[in-house]
Structure formats: structure tokens, C-alpha cells
């Protein structure tokens, strides 16, 4: 989970993520691919709950806070707003994207404006805990 404040988290890699999740506990009961154990049972078995990807957004709202607050170069890097030319073909999901979709309904402005106000902020990811992954 090294770095993982700067991953963009996209339902492909999310999917990979919980399936890695997934695995470890399996692994270490030796429980193999073939027993006919859903995902659940599994993790009932090891006492787990799914909590990876909830763990890295929560990482992520942690710097987000930072970073917007600081308001320097990775402020620019992170919103998208530095200078230069577009690339061509489909533009990369940014950081923001992610989040946007993760947090509900609403713009990345609006976002970036609650990030400065510490309890709308704080709300806003009580709700999206509470909502789940």
C-alpha cells in the first residue's frame, strides 16, 4: 500500500484489489480454488471483514486534506491545473475523478471547496464511509 494516497483506483482495479484481498485469507487457511467456499464464508471463517479498498480511500481523503490546505505544487499536480498540452486518445482518470465518484453526486470544484471548510469535509466522508465502497 506504498504510495497508494496517489493511486487512481478505477472498478477494474478495485475489483483486483478486493480479489487480492480476497486471497490472502485463503492462503493462509488452505483453502484451495476448487473447494466450493464463497468469498463470505471465507471471510467469516478468518474473522475478516473487506476493509483494503476502504483503507486506501481513507488514505487518500487524509492527503487530499493536505494537500489542499498547503495549497503548493502538489495542490496543482493533484487537481489537474498545471500548463502544458494536452496528449492525445482518452484522457487518464486523475486522482479527483476517483474521489469525485467515491464521495456522491457533485463537481470536483465542489469538493475542493469543502476540503477547505474542516467540518463540511468532515461530513462528507462520515457519509461516504457510511455508503460503503
Not at 481513507?58 to 496543482?76: A, P, S
Not at 471547496?113 to 464511509?129: P, S, T
Request: aromatic residues 8%.
Amino acid at each position: 500500500m506504498y504510495g497508494c494516497e496517489a493511486w487512481t483506483i478505477s472498478k477494474q482495479i478495485q475489483n483486483k484489489l478486493e480479489a487480492t484481498e480476497i486471497w490472502f485469507p485463503r492462503r493462509m487457511l488452505r483453502i484451495p480454488w476448487t473447494a466450493k467456499k464463497t468469498n463470505e464464508k471465507v471471510l467469516n471463517e478468518a474473522n475478516k471483514r473487506r476493509s483494503l479498498v476502504r483503507t486506501i480511500r481513507k488514505r487518500q481523503d487524509t492527503f487530499l486534506d493536505h494537500v489542499v490546505r498547503r495549497g503548493k505544487l502538489e495542490h496543482l499536480v493533484t487537481t489537474g491545473k498545471f500548463e502544458g498540452k494536452r496528449s492525445r486518445g482518452r484522457q487518464r482518470k486523475k486522482i479527483m475523478d476517483g474521489l469525485a465518484t467515491w464521495l456522491g453526486p457533485g463537481k470536483v470544484s465542489d469538493i475542493l471547496a469543502a476540503v477547505k471548510d474542516r467540518d463540511l469535509w468532515r461530513d462528507m466522508i462520515a457519509n461516504a464511509y457510511k455508503q460503503g465502497t
